[in-house]
């Protein structure tokens, strides 16, 4: 028999026997081992012997793989029969057979570990710039020292005085305001000129607040000056306040006043 659980060997496997030896067909596949009992016929009654035997490899297959041991690269691993590239793992085990370069990809995504920037990533092989940021996330993969561009204007965040805003990147003057918004972008106490005179509006609005802005003649605006400027046609009188109006108003009433009164003829007097 060839033990528990097996198959017995028939009278009619058994070739021949011949002076204690036993030639059997149809044993069991090699690397098994055959469990064998024999009956003999003594004085008193039938008596048996176990033996137990394992059964040898074919002297060309000893991993028994099915590679004879000549073409096998691996004799005495039956996972593995050739190494294609020679870079000494076996081609079942290889993921680039044919590559002695690589035998890994950890993350599958078809790069090989020794060429993969990020071999624990799939969805990044590589980093141009070498800032630490895969090329397929990195905003600008050829420039370390930026990453992202929030606001999507051309202009990495790390250089964009304005990150969120896709409307601003520069800051000439420090002042909080856009480069483009900012009329007067190298002055930082000045942001607008709602006049459009190169003075900036917070200048003008001080400068109105005392009505003594100036002309080409250094008058102010508080003088009524019949002098001409250099670029005048015609003397011009300036109102620098409310205050100035008023008083030239009062001046002109006064001499209408002064104009329209008449002598009566009979009392002598001014009406």
Do not use: H
Not at 23 to 28: G, W
Not at 156 to 162: K, L, M, P, V, Y
């Amino acid at each position: 028999t060839t033990g528990p659980g097996s198959t017995d060997i028939r009278a009619s496997e058994v070739v021949s026997s011949d002076q204690g030896q036993l030639l059997v067909e149809n044993l069991p596949a090699t690397g098994q081992t055959l469990y064998i009992r024999f009956w003999s016929l003594a004085v008193d009654g039938w008596r048996n012997q176990d033996f137990e035997y394992m059964l040898p490899f074919p002297q060309d297959d000893r991993n028994g793989d099915g590679v004879n041991d000549d073409i096998d690269t691996y004799p005495d691993d039956a996972s593995e029969s050739a190494d294609t590239d020679g870079d000494g793992d076996g081609d079942n085990s290889d993921a680039f057979p044919v590559d002695a370069s690589e035998t890994t990809d950890t993350d599958g995504d078809g790069v090989g570990d020794n060429a993969d920037a990020f071999p624990a990533d799939a969805s990044e092989t590589a980093d141009s710039d070498g800032d630490g940021v895969g090329n397929n996330t990195d905003a600008f993969p050829v420039d370390a020292s930026e990453t992202t561009d929030t606001d999507g204007d051309g202009v990495g965040d790390n250089s964009d005085a304005f990150p969120d805003d896709a409307s601003e990147t520069a800051d000439s003057d420090g002042d909080g305001v856009g480069d483009n918004v900012d009329t007067l972008p190298t002055d930082e106490s000045e942001t607008s000129d709602g006049e459009d005179d190169s003075v900036g509006d917070e200048t003008d609005s001080s400068s109105s607040s005392t009505g003594q802005t100036t002309d080409a003649n250094g008058g102010t605006e508080n003088q009524v000056n019949s002098e001409q400027d250099s670029t005048d046609t015609e003397p011009v009188i300036r109102v620098g306040s409310v205050d100035s109006l008023w008083l030239i108003l009062f001046a002109l009433v006064t001499a209408i006043r002064c104009l329209t009164r008449r002598t009566d003829p009979l009392s002598g007097k001014r009406t």
